[in-house]
Nanobody, 129 residues
Framework: QVQLVESGGGLVQAGDSLRLACAGPGRTLSNYAGGWFRHVAGTEREFLAAITWGGGSTRYANSVKGRFTISRDNAKNTVYLQMNNLKPENTAIYYC??????????????????????WGRGTQVTVSS
């Protein structure tokens, strides 16, 4: 059941930036660790970044480390993904997810989120060359 709403996707050129937002209407995201994933048709969903419920710790996939930044504003019940220097290969549907499992550094965290997390419907990001 979808309970998160992503926004901020769109069509941009290579080198541009986008900031995605993930809101949790009707759900207090401050109680959840948050994460961003992306999916390209024909491939497996890819983990991008995760953040603890308080925002004090973050973890990134090597593919986006240094270019993407995850953050959150619990007062606004929103988790963000700032994406800089976008590349055509970053074209995908981007999803946010949340889970009460707080150990984002656990090797199984992505699996736990996939199995029992709260997800959004995704937002399309298209990067032209």
């Amino acid at each position: 059941q979808v309970q998160l709403v992503e926004s901020g996707g769109g069509l941009v050129q290579a080198g541009d930036s986008l900031r995605l937002a993930c809101a949790g209407p009707g759900r207090t995201l401050s109680n959840y660790a948050g994460g961003w994933f992306r999916h390209v048709a024909g491939t497996e969903r890819e983990f991008l970044a995760a953040i603890t419920w308080g925002g004090g710790s973050t973890r990134y996939a090597n593919s986006v480390k240094g270019r993407f930044t995850i953050s959150r504003d619990n007062a606004k019940n929103t988790v963000y993904l700032q994406m800089n220097n976008l590349k055509p290969e970053n074209t995908a549907i981007y999803y946010c997810a949340a889970h009460r499992a707080s150990d984002i550094f656990s090797v199984d965290w992505e699996g736990v989120v996939a199995d029992s997390g709260v997800w959004g419907r995704g937002t399309q990001v298209t990067v032209s060359s």
